[in-house]
Each structure stands twice: as structure tokens, then as C-alpha cells.
């Protein structure tokens, strides 16, 4: 026996378009809902944490290199990353003026290189670890602050320190800079 092929008529193929424009008008909705949904909420942000209405300026000083390995592009280099994070992520103004509501100031005081990983009775992973100790004043308040922010950054063993600090230079700026800014601004 043959089968005979089925053809769709007029009540199938009806029914196949209500299918396809009742999945369309429920996209549609679904779509519609979520925009509305996502209109109404407040975005929130982390620009301001923890910073009191009346304070308006803040001098950002000079980061010393104090360490026993002094490498002459990181203090000045990390001093205007820090200070980018505070002018972009707050609505703090940058002032030189001694009387800046906010006075952050510090020093590089740890730059040295260990051993992290050894492999074949040989070094395979070199640690570099930056420490710098950062002094925030307040001067609505009188208060002074004192943080110490710390991080290590692995490097390859058949690398220079040279080279490590070439390869890590955004990756130190960008962690030291957002350690710095949580530990003043967000109190972390």
C-alpha cells in the first residue's frame, strides 16, 4: 500500500500562523516588560561611597619611593593612576591647595622578588610583591589615616625584573590604584 502524503489545508495552515504570531506577540510582551522593568529601577553606583556631602576637594600628594629597589616610573605613575581613579569614580575636585577637604599622600615601601614555584630543582615562578603605605587626612575632621595595601604579581623565572615589571606594569597600576581607592573611599 502507498501512503499518500499529507498536504496541509486552510484549518493547518491557519493554525500554524496563530502558533507563529502567538510566540511573536509573547516575545513582544516578554521584551516590553523587561525594558519597562529595567526603566524603573535605579541603576546604583559606587561613585561617592562613603564620602560626606560637605566634603568638595582633595589633594592628591606625592608618592615617594622608599623601597630598597627604587623603580623610577612606578611612584609617579601610580600617583596619577590613583588620582584618575578619584577624579573619575568621585565627585571629588582636585585641588594643590593645603586646605583640600581630603589629603592623600604616601610611599612605595616594598618592592622585592621571590621565589614562587619551583620546578626541576630550579625556579619557575618569580613573585614580585608591591607595599605601599598610603597617609589620608581629613581635614573637616582632623583625622589622619594610615592603610598599608600590599600585592603579589607571579611572573615567569626566565624573565628579568625589567621585563616582569614591563609585562605587570598595567596589572601593578590598576590593583594597587583600586586597593588603594576601596581602602580610603569604600571602606574595605
Not at 2 to 20: A, G, S
Not at 65 to 73: E, G, S
Not at 118 to 127: E, G, H, Y
Request: proline content about 3%.
Amino acid at each position: 500500500m502507498k501512503k499518500e502524503k499529507h498536504t496541509p489545508d486552510k484549518e493547518d495552515r491557519r493554525q500554524m500562523v496563530e502558533r507563529k504570531l502567538s510566540a511573536s506577540n509573547l516575545t513582544f510582551l516578554l521584551l516590553t516588560s523587561c525594558i519597562f522593568l529595567l526603566s524603573s529601577c535605579h541603576v546604583y553606583s559606587f561613585k561617592d561611597v562613603s564620602i560626606p556631602p560637605e566634603v568638595k576637594t582633595v589633594k592628591i600628594g606625592m608618592i615617594e619611593n622608599k623601597a630598597r629597589y627604587v623603580d623610577p616610573q612606578l611612584a609617579p605613575q601610580l600617583r596619577s593612576r590613583v588620582e584618575q581613579k578619584i577624579t573619575g569614580q568621585t565627585r571629588l575636585t582636585r585641588t594643590n591647595n593645603d586646605d583640600a577637604h581630603y589629603q592623600i599622600s604616601g610611599y612605595i615601601s616594598e618592592n622585592i622578588i621571590t621565589t614562587a614555584g619551583i620546578s626541576s630543582q630550579q625556579a619557575a615562578t618569580n613573585r614580585l610583591t608591591i607595599g605601599v603605605h598610603i597617609t589620608f587626612r581629613n581635614t573637616l575632621t582632623g583625622k589622619t589615616e594610615e592603610y598599608d595595601v600590599s600585592r603579589n604579581f607571579d611572573f615567569s623565572a626566565n624573565l628579568t625584573r625589567q621585563q616582569a615589571e614591563t609585562q605587570l606594569r598595567d596589572e601593578i597600576l590598576r590593583n594597587l590604584s583600586d586597593e588603594i581607592f576601596n581602602r580610603i573611599f569604600s571602606n574595605w
